[in-house]
């Protein structure tokens, strides 16, 4: 395994003793695995008598790439000498090459050997070194000495000399390290989890993205994998990948769902042989695609279907799939039965075997003469790709059914009957029904209208005789109180007080009354003018404040705004304000009344919230709240009011185009918000 971003990456100085007692100790099991894979080779005779031989051999391999280290100041990321033929593996490899043409072997046999003993070394790297970081880089000594022997037994092999051996050495290695870099950069760079397994399937490289995917604990962006280390089977995999080699696959391919770091995940699993140039199984290529994303779609498209599949056999509404049939001159003149459910057999008695693929000119003879035109109908959903619906009656069924026919390509559509006799039956008794209470509502109306009218005119007259006569009080009233018309003693002072307040009441009903009246009778008008609704709450605020002060209480506005201009009736706005806020402070004991003008983010609503901290109204009465003569508590005196203010207050909110929300906790308080249009319909840009 190499580390991420190799060979580009920080130097990494080895321990030559280290690496030399690694090797030293472990000569005699380097020398027993090549023995056996000579024997694999064929070379029985030489291993029977030369036994020796091969242990020195081994010993002269150590000694070469510790001469090689020693050379590049055991620096992996410098380069040994420029002059190839002074190289210490070079060296080697071209003496071996002498040695072993005496004992008989060939080119083919020598680097064959010589694969099998890079095997072995890297073998016992991988058993012995635990480290992953240290193991890589051993074996990258490993790897950097055998591709030098290789060279320098090739040169020799070949009869060069001089600087043609150094040429062709310089030419060989310069190769060699662009087809590795290359191969590293490739093999790292693939998003997919990607492995190289040996022949007999174990691990021998793993990417990035197949350690992160299979829960390498600890790693996070690095390719020193401590779980996932070469030389073990690849867990996940392990039966598929033992079945593929007892089966002599060359390559296979199926589905597999594995578990990750992220969870389950469906895999397309890819394995393939790999073979050397002479065609010799060399290992094998394992190639992970998620194909999680498609496999849940292709399971939801199933689901889809099969519900479909029912819902459109067990539908109540017959429904029918069809294509046009055209002339020469490309006119829709039939269409042809494609799909129709089991709905649709019943509906009609045709039935699907006898209906699918066949014109509906054949199955219905005439049907083009009758008085509707189906097939011109349905030409024209298909010629301008429009739904369209309608209702027809069947004389031979005594049916009437809607009909909703859609587009469904350039030459197909589909078709929806749904029975609407009952319907139409319940139609027509019911447009009877609705005639016949129509009339009577109207001479209701008419009536009521009419007594209405004798109601708002009487209000109206007696507007004046009601008021005169209080007002008549309020003064004498008020004269008596003030000593205008002799001096009272207590008890008469005590008593024309109590006439007085009770004439004050009297009057705010009835001018609350007469308000309310007028403004239901339509006689009320809007005049509008453009007025700050900031400046309006104030002064509204202000005028109450004495009151708020009687009972310890805080009349506050707040506002995000400075300026909140509308154009509106302000007179009328002012008396709702005047109603929420008073009627605030009266039902609020401890703490503040706030008042919050603004203007909502499109800029066409303005809005006043009105905030209290008094008990609040249970929910059973926030929908009766705005009823005329509702009281919250009607075991109160009539003092507190007669329940006429937000009655008055919500339908001058109305008059000028708004409304009137309200929260409330109890305990807690009570929100009211107005909301109107910034500028008032009747109003002129």
Same mark, same amino acid.
């Given at each position: 395994?190499?580390?991420?971003?190799?060979?580009?990456?920080?130097?990494?100085?080895?321990?030559?003793?280290?690496?030399?007692?690694?090797?030293?100790?472990?000569?005699?099991?380097?020398?027993?695995?090549?023995?056996?894979?000579?024997?694999?080779?064929?070379?029985?005779?030489?291993?029977?008598?030369?036994?020796?031989?091969?242990?020195?051999?081994?010993?002269?391999?150590?000694?070469?790439?510790?001469?090689?280290?020693?050379?590049?100041?055991?620096?992996?990321?410098?380069?040994?000498?420029?002059?190839?033929?002074?190289?210490?593996?070079?060296?080697?490899?071209?003496?071996?090459?002498?040695?072993?043409?005496?004992?008989?072997?060939?080119?083919?046999?020598?680097?064959?050997?010589?694969?099998?003993?890079?095997?072995?070394?890297?073998?016992?790297?991988?058993?012995?070194?635990?480290?992953?970081?240290?193991?890589?880089?051993?074996?990258?000594?490993?790897?950097?000495?055998?591709?030098?022997?290789?060279?320098?037994?090739?040169?020799?092999?070949?009869?060069?000399?001089?600087?043609?051996?150094?040429?062709?050495?310089?030419?060989?290695?310069?190769?060699?390290?662009?087809?590795?870099?290359?191969?590293?950069?490739?093999?790292?760079?693939?998003?997919?989890?990607?492995?190289?397994?040996?022949?007999?399937?174990?691990?021998?490289?793993?990417?990035?993205?197949?350690?992160?995917?299979?829960?390498?604990?600890?790693?996070?962006?690095?390719?020193?994998?401590?779980?996932?280390?070469?030389?073990?089977?690849?867990?996940?995999?392990?039966?598929?990948?033992?079945?593929?080699?007892?089966?002599?696959?060359?390559?296979?391919?199926?589905?597999?769902?594995?578990?990750?770091?992220?969870?389950?995940?469906?895999?397309?699993?890819?394995?393939?042989?790999?073979?050397?140039?002479?065609?010799?199984?060399?290992?094998?290529?394992?190639?992970?695609?998620?194909?999680?994303?498609?496999?849940?779609?292709?399971?939801?498209?199933?689901?889809?279907?099969?519900?479909?599949?029912?819902?459109?056999?067990?539908?109540?509404?017959?429904?029918?799939?069809?294509?046009?049939?055209?002339?020469?001159?490309?006119?829709?003149?039939?269409?042809?039965?494609?799909?129709?459910?089991?709905?649709?057999?019943?509906?009609?008695?045709?039935?699907?075997?006898?209906?699918?693929?066949?014109?509906?000119?054949?199955?219905?003879?005439?049907?083009?003469?009758?008085?509707?035109?189906?097939?011109?109908?349905?030409?024209?959903?298909?010629?301008?790709?429009?739904?369209?619906?309608?209702?027809?009656?069947?004389?031979?069924?005594?049916?009437?059914?809607?009909?909703?026919?859609?587009?469904?390509?350039?030459?197909?559509?589909?078709?929806?009957?749904?029975?609407?006799?009952?319907?139409?039956?319940?139609?027509?008794?019911?447009?009877?029904?609705?005639?016949?209470?129509?009339?009577?509502?109207?001479?209701?109306?008419?009536?009521?209208?009419?007594?209405?009218?004798?109601?708002?005119?009487?209000?109206?007259?007696?507007?004046?005789?009601?008021?005169?006569?209080?007002?008549?009080?309020?003064?004498?009233?008020?004269?008596?109180?003030?000593?205008?018309?002799?001096?009272?003693?207590?008890?008469?002072?005590?008593?024309?007080?109590?006439?007085?307040?009770?004439?004050?009441? !009297?009057? *705010? /009903?009835?001018?609350? &009354?007469?308000?309310?009246? $007028?403004?239901? =009778?339509?006689?009320?008008?809007? #005049? @509008? +003018?453009?007025?700050? !609704?900031? *400046? /309006?709450?104030?002064? &509204?605020?202000?005028?109450? $404040?004495?009151? =708020?002060?009687?009972?310890?209480? #805080? @009349? +506050?506005?707040?506002?995000?705004?400075?300026?909140?201009?509308?154009?509106?009736?302000?007179?009328?706005?002012?008396?709702?304000?005047?109603?929420?806020?008073?009627?605030?402070?009266?039902?609020?004991?401890?703490?503040?009344?706030?008042?919050?003008?603004?203007?909502?983010?499109?800029?066409?609503?303005?809005?006043?919230?009105?905030?209290?901290?008094?008990?609040?109204?249970?929910?059973?009465?926030?929908?009766?709240?705005?009823?005329?003569?509702?009281?919250?508590?009607?075991?109160?005196?009539?003092?507190?009011?007669?329940?006429?203010?937000?009655?008055?207050?919500?339908?001058?909110?109305?008059?000028?185009?708004?409304?009137?929300?309200?929260?409330?906790?109890?305990?807690?308080?009570?929100?009211?918000?107005?909301?109107?249009?910034?500028?008032?319909?009747?109003?002129?840009?």
């Amino acid at each position: 395994m190499h580390p991420k971003g190799s060979p580009l990456r920080e130097p990494r100085h080895l321990d030559p003793d280290a690496l030399r007692s690694l090797f030293e100790s472990g000569e005699a099991w380097i020398v027993k695995r090549v023995l056996r894979y000579a024997r694999d080779l064929g070379y029985s005779r030489y291993t029977s008598t030369l036994e020796e031989a091969w242990r020195v051999s081994v010993q002269g391999l150590t000694d070469s790439m510790l001469m090689m280290l020693e050379q590049c100041g055991f620096d992996l990321d410098i380069e040994c000498e420029e002059d190839l033929s002074k190289d210490a593996a070079v060296l080697f490899g071209i003496r071996e090459a002498g040695l072993h043409r005496t004992r008989g072997i060939d080119l083919g046999m020598f680097l064959g050997l010589m694969k099998y003993y890079r095997t072995a070394y890297e073998d016992l790297i991988r058993e012995r070194i635990t480290d992953p970081e240290d193991a890589w880089e051993y074996r990258t000594v490993v790897e950097r000495f055998f591709d030098r022997l290789e060279i320098g037994f090739t040169v020799e092999w070949a009869g060069f000399s001089g600087q043609e051996a150094l040429t062709e050495m310089q030419e060989r290695s310069r190769i060699t390290t662009e087809e590795k870099v290359k191969y590293l950069t490739v093999f790292e760079s693939v998003n997919a989890p990607l492995l190289l397994l040996t022949a007999e399937g174990m691990i021998e490289n793993i990417n990035e993205s197949a350690a992160e995917m299979f829960g390498v604990e600890g790693v996070s962006g690095s390719a020193y994998y401590s779980k996932l280390a070469t030389g073990i089977p690849f867990e996940p995999l392990a039966e598929d990948i033992t079945g593929f080699l007892s089966r002599g696959l060359r390559d296979q391919q199926f589905e597999r769902t594995l578990d990750t770091t992220l969870g389950p995940r469906v895999f397309m699993v890819r394995i393939k042989r790999l073979l050397d140039v002479s065609g010799k199984f060399t290992g094998l290529t394992v190639v992970l695609s998620d194909v999680s994303e498609r496999h849940a779609v292709e399971q939801e498209l199933r689901a889809s279907k099969r519900q479909y599949e029912f819902l459109f056999h067990n539908m109540m509404d017959a429904f029918a799939h069809h294509r046009v049939v055209r002339d020469d001159d490309g006119r829709v003149v039939d269409y042809v039965f494609l799909e129709l459910n089991d709905a649709f057999e019943k509906m009609t008695g045709l039935s699907a075997t006898a209906s699918l693929g066949t014109p509906v000119t054949e199955l219905l003879p005439g049907l083009e003469e009758g008085s509707f035109d189906w097939i011109g109908t349905y030409g024209r959903v298909v010629d301008l790709q429009q739904e369209t619906s309608f209702e027809q009656y069947s004389r031979d069924l005594d049916r009437w059914y809607e009909v909703q026919a859609y587009p469904t390509g350039p030459d197909t559509f589909a078709a929806v009957f749904s029975d609407v006799t009952d319907a139409k039956t319940q139609e027509e008794r019911l447009g009877a029904l609705v005639d016949e209470r129509t009339r009577e509502l109207q001479e209701s109306l008419d009536e009521l209208s009419k007594a209405n009218r004798v109601k708002d005119d009487f209000l109206a007259s007696m507007s004046h005789e009601l008021r005169t006569p209080l007002n008549s009080v309020l003064g004498f009233s008020g004269i008596l109180l003030s000593g205008l018309a002799g001096e009272l003693n207590d008890e008469q002072s005590r008593q024309l007080g109590m006439i007085r307040s009770s004439g004050e009441r !009297l009057l *705010t /009903l009835v001018n609350d &009354v007469l308000d309310l009246s $007028r403004i239901e =009778a339509g006689y009320v008008d809007v #005049e @509008v +003018r453009e007025f700050d !609704l900031v *400046t /309006l709450c104030e002064q &509204v605020a202000e005028s109450l $404040r004495p009151i =708020a002060l009687t009972k310890g209480l #805080e @009349v +506050r506005v707040n506002y995000d705004y400075l300026v909140v201009p509308v154009w509106t009736d302000e007179d009328k706005l002012s008396q709702i304000l005047l109603n929420l806020i008073s009627n605030a402070l009266k039902f609020t004991k401890v703490g503040r009344v706030t008042v919050e003008p603004s203007i909502s983010r499109d800029g066409m609503t303005a809005e006043v919230r009105v905030t209290d901290t008094g008990k609040g109204i249970e929910p059973d009465e926030l929908h009766h709240i705005f009823e005329r003569f509702h009281r919250t508590n009607i075991t109160e005196p009539l003092k507190d009011g007669a329940g006429l203010g937000l009655s008055i207050s919500r339908r001058l909110a109305e008059l000028l185009g708004g409304k009137i929300d309200v929260e409330s906790t109890p305990g807690i308080g009570s929100v009211f918000t107005l909301h109107i249009p910034v500028r008032h319909e009747s109003a002129r840009f």
